[in-house]
């Protein structure tokens, strides 16, 4: 392709964004920003992403076989899986204007993801034990209601997606498949560029299974999330599930007169500490959660932590944990919202206390009463000890790795993908059944698999970009090489552009009559893998230098053919 074609080019002067994926996308004329989360792929931006694509469709195809759903679905069916009113993500849509309600009043889901679609469309087909197992991927938009869309293509509402989802007649063929898809996805990050530095970490497995649902992070130092490493087993956590166990903190070791202070409206750990005048980690955050059967449970834990609704779910035996709500509050504490604490609490609810706060020492606590906390309170003689204390807060740094006592390695990294049994959720929601070789009716077991391909490509960025712009691993690059000709160049730059174009190798040629700076600004930018450049100078050879590196060669053309054939890039 000659640049001089190209629709667009990149920019001299762009807006820095908060992260280097769209900062250097926008400016280098890959993507445009609509709105915040959702963008348009330029030339060059989908040539990257349809490489992305096609690899990822390559490793599929070997493991599935690929549909095609639809981006709407009627909410009828997100009602009859129970998520209509759960999902906190999800979108919809309708008509908007008057005309336009005027022909069609109906509210629609914009599909997040297809488990709600594609069981209603397996149960058409696959009956029998003799059906199975069945796996069908796709790649598509997909729409979600995301708060804070400011990441680039790391975080939009609208945003490119393979998602695979296979169904079995049993949990131990799923497992077995789940493995299959386990390999594929990591033969996709190897084969974009990422392989060496994507690992698999373990996540919830959500309402759908005790057992641990699947990530795929990529270190890298501007990634969004933290994983913690278990040197021990060689395994890697998210936050969610990492087993923690807190400092420990020093005290003086005497204890103080339990006392009550006033403090009109004071709520948070960030107000306590304020006005207080303590330390976090002196405080101890009480919550009330509402089980699926409206049990009141007591949840406490070191100010300084977030309770882990995850591990706390898993620790009462519940599948739904929420907050509760005001009035079961108020019955539970006799105080407004704010003021919960561990003291005298109703006979035979059930508190369940983070290690965290195992040995503290005049803590700080809700008074449950309005508008007073309590210091100074300690267990034994203001609170009874809990026999047995939990693991039930957020993994943080510093924490320490309870199988050896020593802080966990924490990594900073960016998820690129997810894998998830979903058990027979949504089998049983939509009443599907099949008839297994005895004749019995049995729920297929289903699992969900995603992988964000718009997502991965600024990953990629993130990953792979130095202060003069981005540099694309070979495999995903919108070319193979960028041709600049510069003065007296001219005619030798057409010849080898038609000599490579035969040769089926993809080339980017700037034939602008712009300065060589400008060019040379422009090809660090792309990041295309090799730069060529011919000249008065080059005569009939030609300079070679790859993008990641500083070593400039002048080479004849046959040499370059040879290195282009043998993908020596």
Known sequence: ???????????????????????LLIKGGFIDQTMAGVYSFLPLGLRVLNKIE????????????????????????WIQTGRLNTVDVLMKTAGANEISKSKNTNEYV???????VITPLVQKFNTSYKDFPVALYQIQSKFRNEARA?????????????????????ESDLKEYYEKVKAAYVKVYERVGLGEDTVVTLASGGDFTKAYS??????????EDLIFFDETTN?????????????????????????????????????????????????????????????????????????????????????????????????TTTAQLGYAGLLNLPAGIRVFV????????????????????????NWGRDVQKPEQFYDIKVAQVGDLNPANGKPFQVKKTSEVGNIFPLGTKYTKAFNYTFTDQDGQEKFPYMGS?????????????????DDKGILWPSSVAPFQVHLVSLTGGEQAAQKLYQQLTAQHIDVLWDDRAVSAGEKFAAADLIGVPVRLIVSAKTGEQVEWKKRAESTIELISVDELLNRLDAKKL
Not at 1 to 23: D, E, F, G, H, I
Not at 311 to 318: A, E, F, P, S
């Open 1 to 23: 392709m000659r640049y001089s074609q190209l629709y667009t080019k990149t920019l001299k002067v762009s807006k820095s964004y908060r992260s280097v994926n769209a900062t």
């Open 54 to 77: 096609q690899i990822t469709r390559e490793e599929m195809d070997k493991i599935a076989t690929e549909v095609l759903l639809p981006a709407l679905s009627p909410k009828k069916l």
């Open 110 to 116: 914009l599909n997040c993801t297809h488990e709600d």
């Open 150 to 170: 400011k990441s680039g293509l790391l975080r939009g509402r609208e945003f490119r997606m393979k998602d695979l989802y296979s169904f079995h007649v049993s």
């Open 214 to 223: 699947h990530e795929f992070q990529t270190l890298c130092e501007s990634g």
């Open 235 to 331: 395994t890697y956590y998210n936050k969610e599930v990492a087993p923690s166990q807190a400092p420990a903190i020093d005290y003086d070791g005497q204890q103080h007169e339990l006392k009550e202070v006033y403090g009109e409206h004071i709520t948070g750990i960030d107000a306590l500490v304020k006005f207080l005048q303590v330390p976090a980690t002196k405080c101890v955050k009480t919550l009330i959660y509402q089980t699926e059967t409206d049990e009141v449970i007591v949840a406490a834990v070191r100010g300084n932590y977030e309770i882990n609704e995850i591990k706390l779910r898993n620790v009462v035996g519940c599948n739904e944990l929420h907050l509760a709500s005001e009035a079961a509050v108020k019955k």
């Open 354 to 377: 983070d290690e965290s706060i195992k040995d503290h020492i005049n803590f700080e606590c809700g008074a449950n009463k309005d508008n007073y906390h309590s210091i100074n309170v």
């Open 449 to 465: 698999y995603g992988l964000g391909t718009s997502r991965l490509m600024g990953v990629l960025v993130e990953k792979f970009h």
